[in-house]
């Protein structure tokens, strides 16, 4: 393990990660203007936040040249 210090950076993110799911199981509702999304985990919530962002930065960013 010493010899592979990104193994132990990838080990820990995984840790790090189930260790966030387990917090976020419970179900939670959303409002969005006139809509509500009910009984959606957090863990759900969180993930398509992230991936919406993503989208988002790649959208924004290829006009404007940045690298």
């Not at 393990?1 to 976020?24: E, F, S, T, W, Y």
């Not at 809509?35 to 969180?46: C, E, F, G, H, R």
Request: proline letters at 6%.
């Amino acid at each position: 393990m010493a010899r592979h210090p990104v193994g132990i950076l990838k080990a820990l993110g995984a840790v790090l990660l189930v260790i966030v799911i387990l917090q976020n199981v419970e179900p939670t509702s959303v409002h969005v203007l006139f809509w509500k999304i009910a009984q959606l985990p957090k863990v759900v919530l969180i993930l398509v936040s992230i991936a919406l962002g993503a989208l988002l930065w790649e959208l924004v960013r290829r006009p404007l040249g940045i690298r």
